[in-house]
């Protein structure tokens, strides 16, 4: 049971981190030849410092987002593990009175390291987007 509080705890550090911008907690929640994909938009990336320029690429065209992710079901074999959980993504375009809700399901694997549970591979899944008018909230 620890090993999954560790695992879901990756996952909320990367959320969060990813939330406010800071590139380091989001990164180093992933081993340095770690892969994130997304293959609904046939992007993947590989290595640590491509998701890093990734993140803050996107970033630069939002005001805001927020991520929300739910609790993984883990499942540990030694110093591997496979989790898979929702995830809820808000955020303002900068410029523009509109907002979007983003839904999907992350499908991480994960590697014990020394330094903790690090993700060698994160698999988002989208399901749907939606877009609305909104007022801008505090940029980060």
Known sequence: MQD???IQQVINTYSQAASIGDW???VGTYLPDGVWAIPHLGMTLDGAEAIRAALVQFMDTMDY?????????????????????SIR?????????QAFEYLGMYEDELVRTAQGWRFSERVFRGIG???FPMESGEAH
């Open 4 to 6: 999954a509080y560790e």
């Open 24 to 26: 380091d907690r989001a």
């Open 65 to 85: 987002v927020l991520q929300l992710n739910t609790p993984a079901l883990v499942t540990v074999t030694g110093d591997t593990a496979r989790a898979t959980s």
């Open 89 to 97: 993504e808000s955020g303002k375009t900068k410029g523009k009175l």
């Open 129 to 131: 987007t939606s877009h």
